[in-house]
């Protein structure tokens, strides 16, 4: 069985937040261990934007410069459409602030290159967790074993960390939306400043990326999930025939094979992210649906808190026990404003979209600024400048 020296940490994930999470561990003076059962790191997804909150997460991780480095700004926060085109809201430079996209593995890469590639174990597929007083040990696929000093379960909304460690925590719950998402060739369909469209049960969403490449979504509401389309670019555009430029363009210019298809889900709140020496950060944690922006963005906070908290020489079960005390009420909170969301701006009624839209209209940029500033006032705690161990 292997145990690292020094203080030690397990992470289980080597998505966005698991690498998130290592990174801040490690300048909190931890020596990390993040487990992939991948593999390797896969460069996998397409595209998504992240508010000022997350900006300031990469910054307190140190990794504020390669962040802006990989995005590019979007007006997709502040600019509705219908259809037909007309705005119902159009981005305000000066007044509103752009968000940032990027590609996810434009991401994962800049994230992974703060982490020792040493530290980095690919094809490790956890089957097994058990913590005692002293330690938590992790049993691979393989039957290797290994010891550490605190797990970080980030491993997804199906995470094994959570199954294993919390076996009454609720299913993931189907939220009657499909997803579609894509990624335009570079330099065919540009410039493309950021914008989202609303119709009746469905949702048209663009955002630049480097390169000259914008990501594209689409979601509708959806009643049963498993739903397969024998073209799913050519769906898309079906459901999408005679809506206002770029679309069509964009859906023209992107390679059918690389379209992805999701059924969105997410989590009921959960009781606790911890239990001993054992803690869940990102969707493992609170999975949410992607409609406020924010599960990419709260993964990247929870990574900061985390890293803060364990900054100090406090006992693990109460530095993991002050982490849930301080992200389980925001987490949960962006939870259910992001389960409510689509109700509403995915709905299929006529008289609900009318009513929607018009009061879109009559709202201002500075209303939906509002409204945003309670997920995007968010203050990080301080980390250390340096790694000390």
């Known amino acids: 069985m292997e145990r690292e020296q020094g203080r030690s940490a397990i992470v289980v994930g080597a998505g966005i937040g698991g690498l998130a999470a290592a990174i801040g561990l490690q300048r909190a003076g931890w020596t990390v261990t993040l487990l992939e059962r991948a593999p390797q790191l896969r460069e996998a997804g397409a595209g998504w934007s992240f508010a000022p909150n997350a900006l300031r997460a990469a910054d307190a991780l140190g990794v504020g410069t390669e962040f802006r480095a990989c995005s590019v700004p979007t007006e997709a926060g502040a600019t509705m459409r219908l259809p037909g085109g007309e705005y119902l809201i159009r981005f305000q430079p000066g007044d509103d602030p752009p968000l940032l996209a990027n590609h996810r593995a434009d991401l994962q890469r800049v994230l992974a290159r703060q982490v020792p590639a040493d530290g980095v174990r690919t094809g490790a597929e956890v089957t097994g967790v058990r913590q005692d007083d002293d330690g938590v040990t992790v049993t ?23 199954r294993r460690v919390w076996p009454d925590a609720p299913q993931p719950v189907f939220q009657r939306i499909l997803c579609w998402r894509g990624v335009s060739a570079p330099g065919s369909v540009w410039p493309v400043s950021g914008f989202q469209t609303w119709a009746r049960g469905a949702r048209f969403g663009a955002h630049p990326l480097t390169d000259e490449r914008v990501f594209w979504f689409l979601t509708v509401r959806q009643e049963e999930p498993g739903a397969h389309f024998a073209d799913d670019l050519g769906e898309v555009a079906a459901r999408t025939h005679g809506w206002h430029e770029p679309i069509p363009a964009l859906l023209a210019a992107t390679p059918p094979e690389t379209v992805l298809r999701h059924d969105i889900y997410d989590l009921d709140p959960l009781p606790s992210y911890a239990k001993g020496r054992i803690a869940l950060l990102g969707d493992a944690a609170h999975a949410m649906t992607p409609f406020l922006a924010q599960g990419a963005c709260q993964a990247l906070e929870d990574a900061v808190v985390l890293a803060a908290e364990a900054a100090g020489r406090a006992p693990v079960p109460h530095v993991l026990n002050r982490y849930d005390q301080v992200r389980r009420p925001r987490t949960q909170q962006v939870q259910r404003m992001a389960r409510a969301d689509p109700k509403l701006s995915l709905s299929t009624s006529a008289a609900t979209y009318r009513l929607m839209t018009a009061m879109t209209r009559l709202a201002s940029s500075g209303v939906a600024r509002r409204k945003s500033a309670r997920l995007w006032n968010w203050t990080p705690p301080a980390l250390p400048t340096e790694v000390t161990r």
Not at 140 to 162: E, F, N, P
């Open 140 to 162: 691979c696929g393989d039957g290797r074993q290994m010891r550490a000093d605190l797990l970080v379960g980030a491993d997804g909304i199906h995470s094994t960390v959570r």
